[in-house]
């Protein structure tokens, strides 16, 4: 059983960067896909970026392409999202999840472990 741990969200200004960070214990982390979605006020929790357990592919949702970048360390068993040129609209809860697999999955459903989200906020 997997635990999950984000950290790094909070308030920027819009054009500024954050570095969201989620630590992985209790489980094989380099044998999961993982992967980064969000939830902003009134909407669904949506897919943002998610990366491969072996090759380290990687798949971006259209509207953070070029700004968003998803990596990980699996020595330190740590997901990282570096997001750049933030905007008001990328405000929301961002969360971290894992499935096991080695498919890329952008639907919230098909991933088996979450963490309990950080805030981003975006001031304009």
């Known amino acids: 059983q997997a635990q999950l741990a984000e950290s790094g969200g909070g308030l920027v200004q819009a054009g500024g960067s954050l570095r969201l960070s989620c630590i992985v214990s209790g489980g094989t982390f380099s044998t999961y896909t993982m992967s980064w979605f969000r939830q902003g006020p009134g909407k669904e929790r949506g897919f943002v970026a998610g990366?491969?357990?072996?090759?380290?592919?990687?798949v971006y949702a259209e509207s953070v392409q070029g700004r968003f970048t998803i990596s990980r360390d699996n020595a330190k068993n740590t997901l990282y999202l570096q997001m750049n040129s933030l905007q008001p609209e990328d405000t929301a809860v961002y969360y971290c999840?894992?499935?096991?697999?080695?498919?890329?999955?952008?639907?919230?459903?098909?991933?088996?472990?979450w963490g309990q989200g950080t805030q981003v906020t975006i001031s304009s």
């Open positions: 999840a894992a499935r096991r697999g080695f498919l890329i999955q952008t639907t919230a459903e098909t991933y088996d472990y």
């Open positions: 990366i491969q357990s072996i090759g380290s592919r990687t």
